[in-house]
């Protein structure tokens, strides 16, 4: 593959409910660009449901995969970035932190399923994040919900407005194409999907006329009751583009990338230090949102994803970790790929690169070429609803146990909490899953036997005005400190935190950040 370092960039991130296709999807437009060696390059094939274990299995025998973690496909001129995202229905912090470094979200969604509760979340923090969102509904060749009702559910949940951009002319066994609206053709559909047939609809001799009236009255249920199209919509996250298809029979995906990559937003400017930087501007910079332990236990060495915001990042270069201005070479030692371990040589805005790290860099750290010590936005903190309080099982390991846990909460596996004068450790998290990770890979890369016990608290809640010395912990509420020594109250639920402000109503609390 050869890619034209000056090709437009679009980098995305597939999010979907585990089972809805990302997998295949993935392949198949990596199959289209043709960048792959072989499709199952993007990753072990499932077969049936993994258990927690299985999945920690996976990961690790995936150990530092970078191929699935980033890959690229070159398509009409255009390099296509696209971020993997973890596929598990447990929500992860890791895979809010990947969206902060993508431009546009394509949203899977199981035509027979539907949205689906567990991964709604997700998908409103995208569109929280106002980053354009492309929805590609799956399986179109299993009887699936009615179209226009997986529209409804689309703009009823999410509250943002639809437009489709192709419509399926039956679905399951009885499944004859889809129609794409703008250009008035037929895709047919085909049980030997071999090669794709595009006709006008008046030429379409495949439907029966109950078929064809009964698009034509959908089309124009669509003209009179949907929304007009809009561009700016499209790029604010107001409104997603729909599409229909089947990624396992290779139907409508072709018609899917077409359209993405004229939809899907380039790099635009971000905001850092207060001010907007260009894409455009010769100074580099960047970011890094991820960062990967080599799960080989003989090796310590982590990978740090950079996410290239200006400028151009050259092998070999002289960077400031704007945290601390410590100038590092990013030379062999530190040498950077991108796709299939390739080392790239340069990296331009919308790339992403992973870079061998000895332990310099934290999740969120700005790097830069020079110039002022800008610092890109604070990456969003999720406000955790489960705790755990975290002892080693054998005090002679406290070494290890220390280092551990320093590193984990650095790669930002999980959140640290400490009470004040004990200094009991209190994990936070989002997800079951982050504590289950944190035990396995203390046992596995720390060989420190942990021991967690699950507290009742589900509020994190930060003092931003208070004098917090007068609070007194209780079964209800806990004063605890995060990393940043900021005082911050764990409520046991809702109940709990308005009774406290009730009674005390000189205090302000934020929750780190309002998702929900
Ligand atoms: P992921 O968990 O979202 O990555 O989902 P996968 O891509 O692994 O797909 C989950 C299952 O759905 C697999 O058995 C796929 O073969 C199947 N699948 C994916 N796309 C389609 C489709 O368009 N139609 C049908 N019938 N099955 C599909």
Same mark, same amino acid.
Not at 17 to 31: I, N, Q, R
Not at 404 to 410: K, M, P, R, S
Not at 497 to 509: S, T
């Given at each position: 593959?050869?890619?034209?370092?000056?090709?437009?960039?679009?980098?995305?991130?597939?999010?979907?409910?585990?089972?809805?296709?990302?997998?295949?999807?993935?392949?198949?437009?990596?199959?289209?660009?043709?960048?792959?060696?072989?499709?199952?390059?993007?990753?072990?094939?499932?077969?049936?449901?993994?258990?927690?274990?299985?999945?920690?299995?996976?990961?690790?025998?995936?150990?530092? &995969?970078? #191929?699935?973690?980033?890959?690229?496909?070159?398509?009409?001129?255009?390099?296509?970035?696209?971020?993997?995202?973890?596929?598990?229905?447990?929500?992860?912090?890791?895979?809010?932190? #990947?969206?902060?470094?993508?431009?546009?979200?394509?949203?899977?969604?199981?035509?027979?399923?539907?949205?689906?509760?567990?991964?709604?979340?997700?998908?409103?923090?995208?569109?929280?994040?106002?980053?354009?969102?492309?929805?590609?509904?799956?399986?179109?060749?299993?009887?699936?919900?009615?179209?226009?009702?997986?529209?409804?559910?689309?703009?009823?949940?999410?509250?943002?407005?639809?437009?489709?951009?192709?419509?399926?002319?039956?679905?399951?066994?009885?499944?004859?194409?889809?129609?794409?609206?703008?250009?008035?053709?037929?895709? #047919?559909?085909?049980?030997?999907?071999?090669?794709?047939?595009?006709?006008?609809?008046?030429?379409?001799?495949?439907?029966?006329?109950?078929?064809?009236?009964?698009?034509?009255?959908?089309?124009?249920?669509?003209?009179?009751?949907?929304?007009?199209?809009?561009?700016?919509?499209?790029?604010?996250?107001?409104?997603?583009?729909?599409?229909?298809?089947?990624?396992?029979?290779?139907?409508?995906?072709? &018609?899917?990338?077409?359209?993405?990559?004229?939809?899907?937003?380039?790099?635009?400017?971000?905001?850092?230090?207060?001010?907007?930087?260009?894409?455009?501007?010769?100074?580099?910079?960047?970011?890094?949102?991820?960062?990967?332990?080599?799960?080989?236990?003989?090796?310590?060495?982590?990978?740090?994803?950079?996410?290239?915001?200006?400028?151009?990042?050259?092998?070999?270069?002289?960077?400031?970790?704007?945290?601390?201005?410590?100038?590092?070479?990013?030379?062999?030692?530190?040498?950077?790929?991108?796709?299939?371990?390739?080392?790239?040589? #340069?990296?331009?805005?919308?790339?992403?690169?992973?870079?061998? $790290?000895?332990?310099?860099?934290?999740?969120?750290?700005?790097?830069?070429?020079?110039?002022?010590?800008?610092?890109?936005?604070?990456?969003?903190?999720?406000?955790?609803?489960?705790?755990?309080?975290?002892?080693?099982?054998?005090?002679?390991?406290?070494?290890?146990?220390?280092?551990?846990?320093?590193?984990?909460?650095?790669?930002?596996?999980?959140?640290?909490?400490?009470?004040?004068?004990?200094?009991?450790?209190?994990?936070?998290?989002?997800?079951?899953?982050?504590?289950?990770?944190?035990?396995?890979?203390?046992?596995?890369?720390?060989?420190? $036997?942990?021991?967690?016990?699950?507290?009742?608290?589900?509020?994190?809640?930060?003092?931003?005005?208070?004098?917090?010395?007068?609070?007194? &912990?209780?079964?209800?509420?806990?004063?605890?400190?995060?990393?940043?020594?900021?005082?911050?109250?764990?409520?046991?639920?809702?109940?709990?935190?308005?009774?406290?402000?009730?009674?005390?109503?000189?205090?302000?609390?934020?929750?780190?950040?309002?998702?929900?």
């Amino acid at each position: 593959m050869t890619i034209s370092t000056a090709a437009p960039r679009r980098t995305f991130a597939i999010i979907s409910h585990p089972d809805a296709g990302k997998t295949t999807l993935t392949e198949k437009l990596l199959l289209l660009g043709g960048s792959i060696r072989s499709a199952g390059t993007v990753k072990g094939k499932k077969s049936g449901k993994f258990a927690t274990s299985d999945w920690m299995e996976i990961e690790k025998q995936r150990g530092i &995969s970078v #191929t699935s973690s980033v890959m690229q496909l070159v398509y009409n001129d255009v390099q296509v970035n696209i971020l993997d995202t973890p596929g598990h229905q447990d929500f992860s912090e890791d895979t809010y932190r #990947t969206l902060t470094a993508v431009d546009t979200a394509v949203m899977v969604i199981d035509s027979v399923k539907g949205i689906e509760a567990q991964t709604l979340k997700l998908f409103k923090v995208c569109r929280m994040r106002g980053i354009p969102i492309l929805t590609f509904i799956n399986k179109l060749d299993r009887e699936g919900k009615e179209p226009l009702d997986l529209l409804s559910e689309i703009e009823e949940t999410l509250e943002m407005e639809t437009f489709p951009m192709n419509w399926p002319i039956g679905t399951g066994k009885r499944l004859k194409g889809i129609y794409d609206l703008q250009n008035e053709t037929i895709e #047919t559909f085909t049980d030997s999907h071999s090669n794709r047939q595009i006709i006008p609809l008046k030429d379409a001799d495949n439907l029966q006329d109950h078929e064809r009236e009964n698009l034509e009255e959908e089309i124009m249920l669509l003209d009179e009751a949907g929304n007009d199209f809009s561009q700016e919509k499209i790029q604010n996250g107001t409104m997603t583009p729909v599409f229909f298809g089947s990624a396992l029979a290779n139907f409508g995906v072709q &018609s899917f990338l077409d359209a993405f990559v004229n939809l899907a937003s380039k790099p635009k400017p971000r905001k850092a230090s207060g001010q907007m930087i260009n894409p455009e501007q010769d100074q580099f910079s960047g970011f890094i949102f991820k960062i990967q332990a080599n799960m080989n236990p003989n090796h310590r060495d982590r990978i740090a994803f950079l996410r290239v915001c200006s400028g151009e990042f050259e092998r070999g270069m002289e960077i400031i970790l704007s945290r601390s201005g410590k100038k590092m070479k990013l030379s062999q030692s530190h040498s950077f790929f991108a796709s299939d371990r390739e080392t790239v040589n #340069t990296a331009r805005p919308g790339d992403i690169v992973g870079i061998y $790290d000895s332990g310099n860099f934290q999740v969120g750290d700005t790097l830069i070429g020079g110039g002022e010590r800008i610092q890109y936005e604070e990456m969003p903190q999720f406000p955790p609803e489960k705790f755990a309080k975290v002892t080693a099982k054998n005090a002679m390991k406290h070494k290890q146990y220390h280092k551990g846990i320093e590193q984990l909460v650095q790669e930002g596996t999980i959140q640290l909490y400490k009470t004040p004068y004990f200094e009991d450790y209190i994990l936070g998290a989002v997800g079951e899953l982050q504590f289950q990770v944190f035990d396995y890979r203390m046992k596995n890369e720390y060989n420190v $036997d942990i021991e967690l016990n699950h507290m009742t608290h589900e509020l994190a809640r930060w003092v931003t005005k208070g004098d917090v010395s007068d609070i007194v &912990s209780d079964s209800r509420k806990m004063l605890v400190e995060d990393q940043q020594k900021r005082p911050v109250i764990l409520f046991e639920n809702e109940f709990a935190m308005r009774w406290f402000q009730d009674k005390n109503p000189g205090f302000e609390l934020s929750s780190g950040w309002e998702i929900l």
